[in-house]
């Protein structure tokens, strides 16, 4: 028999809902647990695209709209290759970020539909498991400000947060809403338990295809 192949796990939401803490949380207690897990991060500013993405969003750089969603786009196709190769070894990837910001921070600006925003997307790694870290504004005021990146302003976070509401209604993915309000343990035994449950279905079904 061969390598029961590892999870598409995917954390999103708006700012500081807590998804890096809770993406490195749960790459520790699976790893605690004798899985074998690694985080990756969207954008991968490391690369030549991540680069450029990278100085747009410290505004270091102006590029036109259109443009930079299709360089997020690219800044994931470039990283399926070594994701299935990981996934098919049987690891399971815990992932900050994913197709889903690149539609709901794009679809926030004027002009932009939800269909032209999936399309570059069509066809990546499917996801497993999507875990929405739900919060409201008040809610995460005492997390700490805003940075001085783009995008990082209350109003179009509000834009933000309402694409992603849309996104969540899609029943070909397969979206968890998490109340990310809570104590850092209560969000990350939650996570865990659904984590550990995509991974149980994940090893017996081939890698599925986003939106297709
Ligand atoms: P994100 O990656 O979604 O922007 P982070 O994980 O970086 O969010 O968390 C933002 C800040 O809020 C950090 O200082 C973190 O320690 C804190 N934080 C994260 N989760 C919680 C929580 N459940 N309760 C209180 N503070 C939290
Ligand atoms: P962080 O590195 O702090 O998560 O911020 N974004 C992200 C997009 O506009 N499109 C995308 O495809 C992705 C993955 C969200 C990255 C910022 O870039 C935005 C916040």
């Not at 969207?42 to 505004?59: A, C, H, N, V």
């Not at 197709?99 to 570059?120: D, I, M, R, Y």
């Not at 104590?183 to 659904?194: A, C, N, Q, W």
């Not at 984590?195 to 986003?210: D, R, T, V, Y």
């Given at each position: ?6 999870a598409?796990i ?5 700012d ?20 074998e897990a ?5 954008p ?12 747009y ?17 690219a800044?994931?196709w ?75 302003t ?9 694409k ?8 070909s ?18 996570i865990?338990?659904l ?18």
């Amino acid at each position: 028999m061969g390598v029961r192949r590892g999870a598409l796990i995917v954390l999103e939401g708006v700012d500081r809902a807590g998804k890096t803490t809770q993406c490195k949380r749960l790459v520790q207690a699976l790893r605690d647990s004798g899985k074998e897990a690694e985080m990756m991060r969207f954008p991968d500013r490391t690369t030549m695209i991540g680069q450029l993405i990278s100085s747009y969003l410290e505004k270091k750089s102006n590029l036109e709209d259109h443009t930079v969603h299709l360089l997020f786009s690219a800044n994931r196709w470039e990283q399926v290759p070594l994701m299935k190769k990981k996934l098919e070894q049987g690891i399971s990837l815990v992932v900050d970020r994913y197709a889903f910001s690149g539609v709901a921070f794009t679809s926030a600006k004027p002009g932009f539909s939800l269909e032209w925003c999936q399309n570059p997307d069509v066809g990546l790694p499917k996801p497993d498991l999507v875990m929405f870290l739900q919060v409201n504004p008040a809610e995460v005021a005492g997390r700490g400000g805003f940075g001085d990146e783009r995008y990082e302003t209350s109003v179009f976070q509000r834009a933000v947060q309402q694409k992603f509401e849309q996104l969540i209604k899609d029943p070909s993915v397969n979206w968890k809403v998490i109340d990310a309000a809570r104590s850092i343990e209560d969000v990350h035994t939650e996570i865990k338990t659904l984590s550990e449950n995509a991974i149980n279905i994940a090893e017996n079904q081939p890698i599925g295809e986003l939106w297709k």
